[in-house]
């Protein structure tokens, strides 16, 4: 805004000839590096990710169908809530050339042996996802990030 201002003369400003021209210079470049950098913000906001996909396309006979990444993701939360002794459930889906990557984060309870609540975790998950989409599942992942902490109920003394 300076700039504009100070190129308009509307801000009297006294310079002797080399001043003007350094300034002029630092001017201009400063306007080609926001020139630059806004082509740069526009490309980064218009262009479509090729790695990044939203939906597991499949074609069939009669047609094409998409599943989203979400529809899985919430298919995988269910499967995953079903097995005894898991309390929070978060899902991630990725798509890979071999198919799709499930990632589980889950919170247990503690009373059940963990390698066994995983493995059948795992089992149920990558069935489940596979029998209902079609989709080939490469791996499902499990991280079990804590246990649940029972509340410390204090006794009441009357």
């Given amino acids: 805004m300076l700039a504009i201002l100070l190129l308009s003369g509307k801000v009297p400003v006294e ?21 630059l950098l806004s082509i740069r913000f526009f490309y980064l906001s218009v262009r479509s990710e090729r790695g990044h996909h939203h939906s597991v396309h499949q074609r069939t006979e009669f047609g094409d169908i998409q599943i989203s ?16 002794g898991v309390r929070d459930v978060k899902t991630r889906v990725r798509v890979i050339e071999s198919g799709l990557e499930i990632m589980i984060r889950a919170i247990v309870d503690g009373e059940s042996s963990i390698p066994e609540l995983t ?7 990558h069935d489940q996802v596979e029998e209902i989409t079609g989709i080939p599942v490469s791996s499902v992942s499990v991280f079990i990030a804590n246990i649940v902490q029972s509340p410390a109920f204090k006794s009441r003394v009357e």
């Avoid at 002797?16 to 002029?24: A, M, S, T």
């Fill in 15 to 35: 310079l002797n000839d080399r001043n003007e021209q350094n300034l002029y210079i630092t001017i201009v470049i400063v306007a080609v590096i926001l020139f």
């Fill in 69 to 84: 990444l979400e529809t899985i993701e919430n298919m995988c939360l269910k499967s995953a809530e079903r097995t005894k």
């Fill in 119 to 125: 493995e059948n975790m795992q089992k149920t998950v």
